[in-house]
């Protein structure tokens, strides 16, 4: 083989990589696949291992598996909270299953992230809701077992207090839901105003970085025109 020309394919193999390595799961499945069919002997790794979509199949069928177990043995109140909770696992589930087929997907990368973040606030509220004295809601006693029973119940003394305390639940989740929405648009306008900053500064490591790769492109074409 024409040594400028296997000069040539390492040069764009490192390129791939490092485009692998900075994007990550932006990148394709093909990018992948290329960078660890040449670099993957020599490390002893195998390619298929990094077919993201395997990844999120899997991610996909344990959050169904959640899914079927959230909040068995519960009643009262409680069942309230924790269908809640299915719902937002079922997002999760559906988000992977269209990241394990399109991983650039960006609404669905969206909804994972912001389903997750919202499984981890709801279970927190549900803690301080439905199993502590301090929090619990108005006319209503924590979560308890059932005696002779393998329930566990959110006992309300009046229909009343039951009903005000759906509707409350029910309003803590919205309020969770505006909350996270409005903390994911400051997140996106912080990163957006730094990433644009960076854009117009190339320094130190970044700039070696991009000077050295611009050498190497000038001395492969001087090599191909001697």
């Given at each position: ?7 040539r394919?390492?040069f764009?193999?490192?390129?791939t990589c490092?485009?692998i390595?900075?994007k990550d ?7 992948i696949?290329?960078?660890?069919s040449?670099?993957g002997?020599?490390f002893g790794l ?12 899997y991610?996909a069928?344990a959050?169904?598996?959640?899914y079927s ?8 109140l409680?069942t309230v909270?924790y269908?809640?909770l299915?719902?937002l696992?079922?997002v999760c ?5 269209v990241?394990s ?9 969206f ?6 973040v919202f499984?981890?606030t ?5 803690g301080?809701c439905?199993y502590?004295d301090?929090?619990v809601?108005k006319?209503?006693?924590k ?11 959110v006992h ?10 759906v ?5 803590l989740f919205?309020?969770h839901a505006?909350?996270?929405?409005i903390?994911?648009f400051v997140?996106?306008g912080?990163?957006?105003s730094?990433r644009n900053?960076?854009c ?11 000077e050295?790769?611009?050498?190497l492109?000038r001395?492969s074409?001087e090599?191909?025109?001697?």
């Open positions: 083989m024409d040594p400028i020309a296997e000069y394919n390492d764009k193999i490192i390129k490092k485009f390595q900075q799961s932006r990148s394709s499945a093909a990018e696949g290329v960078c660890c040449w670099l002997p020599e195998d390619h298929f291992l990094f077919n993201e979509s395997f990844i999120f199949i991610a069928i959050f169904l598996l959640e177990v959230i909040g068995v043995g519960i009643t009262g409680g909270v269908e809640l299915a719902q696992t079922l589930a559906g988000s992977c299953l990241l087929v399109k991983p650039t997907a960006f609404f669905a990368e909804l994972l992230s912001t389903g997750l499984k981890g709801w279970l927190l509220q549900a301080l439905l502590t301090a929090f809601l006319g209503c006693r979560i308890v077992v059932l005696p002779g029973s393998p329930n566990a119940d309300c003394e009046l229909e009343d207090d039951g009903m005000r305390g509707a409350l639940v029910n309003l919205v309020v505006i909350g996270i929405v903390a994911s997140v996106f912080i990163l957006s730094f900053l960076r117009g500064e190339a320094s130190g490591p970044l700039l070696a970085q991009l050295s790769e611009s050498i492109i001395s074409h090599l191909e025109m001697e």
